[in-house]
């Protein structure tokens, strides 16, 4: 029997959303737009190794559903939402529909294509409790992150147990996205936090420019990049060996509040020798080119190219995919502004944990740095057709 949208009025509201979404049919070819479409599809989520979009809305959530089984259909929503959305098309019956029912789609998004957007679901810490049966299906690698010297975490920045990281080349793309997701997610799901990102301060194309963050510095020279295949399988891919996580990888979120007015007032030769690089170029201290071979040794022991390097970790790296950020002001005159640090790896005890550990304690920048946000997030593998998001989880 064919569900029409005037028979659907009096269900639910999270009901309702998620039988338009079936209703509206298949993804129609020529609906697509195919040089602004990253597909959905696949063995490891987009998001991740695509080449970084302009902005970003990250928003996490705390599942309110009653059961597992509620959970599952909030997912099963989701997923045929972001099949569209990621394809530039409107979810249900788009921004038209029935003149006395809220449009299924907001509408804010028609005509902007699908601008490149990405959606990247992951599972927190906290999902894996006594509500949904999940407490034994808990990767080890999942482990709550410890604190880190100097951190001024606000709670409310911090956690959730769904995330959603939507990235676009059109800002009003990426809000549209999670704006559907939230809606969608009535009875369910409610946001916890959520960031907005610009400008990004991070690159996983080897043939890109590398970008500058808002202390005006290259940011990320040596980052993984989306062809280095070996290099991805051995530290971002979760392996065969990983269970329901396997083509996975483990998303660590942090809020870095940048204090530019002190740094802005800081000489350039300090700011290089805190940095351990170049201002205008980018080369290592004592080379010409941002690309030189670098000697972290040859470095000042507090730089934090130092102590960020690979080397001082066991050859530990991770793909990073971060934003710049600016909240407005904090009401005495000084920016909001930062940095959303994004960076998945292929077991955060290893990578980001022992790195953070050394920055946090020697790192000569944590004098122009508040972390006020942190979380992390098992990302599991990607979508295959006609399937969902999180699926190898309750498989």
Known sequence: MTLTRRGLLGLAGASVAGVGLAAAGPLLAEDRQPAQVVPFHGAHQAGITTAVQG?????????????????????????????????????????????LAPPDDTGEAVGHGASRLTLTFGVGPSLFDDRFGLADRRPAA????????????EPARCGGDLV??????DPQVAVHAIRTLSR???????????????????TTDADGPTPRNLFGFKDGTANLTADDREGLDEHVWAGADDGWMAGGSYL???????TVETWDRTSLQ???????????????????????????????????????????????????????FVDGSDGLGHLDAGLLFLVYQRDPRRAFVPVQTA????????????????????????????????????A
């Open 142 to 153: 999942l482990a709550d992150l410890p604190a880190f010297a100097g951190d001024v975490l």
């Open 55 to 99: 902005h970003l809305h990250l928003a996490s959530f705390d599942v309110t559903a009653p059961d597992r089984a509620s959970l599952v259909a909030l997912l099963e929503r989701w997923t045929r939402a972001a099949e569209r959305l990621t394809a530039g098309l409107e979810v249900g019956e788009g921004a038209g529909g029935a003149p």
């Open 252 to 258: 660590v979120a942090r809020r870095i509040r940048m």
């Open 359 to 394: 920055l946090s304690r020697s790192d000569a920048m944590m004098e122009y740095l508040r972390h006020t946000g942190s979380s992390v997030w098992a990302v599991p593998p990607g979508v295959r057709r006609g399937g969902t998001w999180g699926e190898t989880l309750f």
């Open 270 to 324: 300090e700011q290089e020798q805190v940095t351990g690089r170049t201002k205008a170029e980018g080369a290592p201290l004592g080379g010409r080119r941002e690309r030189d071979q670098l000697d972290p040794t040859s470095l000042p022991a507090t730089a934090h190219v130092r102590l960020a390097h690979p080397s001082a970790h066991g050859g530990a790296k991770m793909l990073r995919r971060g934003f710049n």
């Open 184 to 202: 969608l997610a009535a009875g369910a799901a409610a946001v916890r936090w959520a960031q907005l990102g610009f400008g990004r301060a991070s």
């Open 164 to 169: 959603v990281q939507a990235c676009a080349d």
